[in-house]
T-cell receptor, first 113, second 111 residues
Framework: DSGVTQTPKHLITATGQRVTLRCSPR?????VYWYQQSLDQGLQFLIQ???????AKGNILERFSAQQFPDLHSELNLSSLELGDSALYFC????????????FGNGTRLTVT | EDQVTQSPEALRLQEGESSSLNCSYT??????LFWYRQDPGKGPEFLFT???AGEEKEKERLKATLTKKESFLHITAPKPEDSATYLC????????????FGTGTSLTVIP
């Protein structure tokens, strides 16, 4: 158990809808990262937060947004969903120090129909 | 541009047949190289961090090594439960704390 909790585990929704994915980092970790993993593809970095502030953005679509709250949990909001958004969405946390590894949750599997 | 390339994409081994997975990287300055194991439908599980050329880390049947341009994950006498996708990632200087992941090697160990 990595200590990173993601909810829900599965989400099925229709095109055009909006969903929110939630992540609770490991105790003591200040940094949260979001990744997307489509079928047979690698991990695509979306966005990073550190102690409530956005630190870096990757290939995140304008339809997607995220935030990290004062209690350090994070939410990833996906709107105007398209079929191609179907994927596994992972949250990872780290202490935020250099060389500190990422610890991943077990993901939210999003299916857009 | 910082890049991470893993090879082979897929590897099938007989139980007990040792082999190595490769992770080649091109970064402006390596802060750390990380190995992960990912089972289907699960999040990547952290295995090792390597910081400098010549460093080695071991865990059970796995041993990771690092040179200035690549890392190897050696699997000695693998068992079927070692079947998984193995990912490597690098963290580069000057990029904040960004991690660049390879696409992984899918390992299947046949009993």
């Amino acid at each position: 158990d990595s200590g990173v909790t993601q909810t829900p585990k599965h989400l099925i929704t229709a095109t055009g809808q909006r969903v929110t994915l939630r992540c609770s980092p490991r105790s003591g970790d200040l940094s949260v990262y979001w990744y997307q993993q489509s079928l047979d593809q690698g991990l695509q970095f979306l966005i990073q937060y550190y102690n409530g502030e956005e630190r870096a953005k990757g290939n995140i679509l304008e339809r997607f947004s995220a935030q990290q709250f004062p209690d350090l949990h994070s939410e990833l909001n996906l709107s105007s969903l398209e079929l191609g958004d179907s994927a596994l969405y992972f949250c990872a946390s780290s202490t935020g120090s250099h060389n500190s590894p990422l610890h991943f949750g077990n993901g939210t599997r999003l299916t857009v129909t | 541009e910082d890049q991470v390339t893993q090879s082979p994409e897929a590897l099938r081994l007989q139980e007990g047949e040792s082999s190595s997975l490769n992770c080649s990287y091109t970064v402006s300055g390596l802060r750390g190289l990380f190995w992960y194991r990912q089972d289907p439908g699960k999040g990547p599980e952290f295995l090792f961090t390597l910081y400098s050329a010549g460093e080695e880390k071991e865990k059970e049947r796995l041993k990771a090594t690092l040179t200035k341009k690549e890392s190897f994950l050696h699997i000695t006498a693998p068992k079927p439960e070692d079947s998984a996708t193995y990912l490597c990632a690098v963290q580069a200087r000057g990029t904040g704390n960004q991690f660049y992941f390879g696409t992984g090697t899918s390992l299947t160990v046949i009993p």
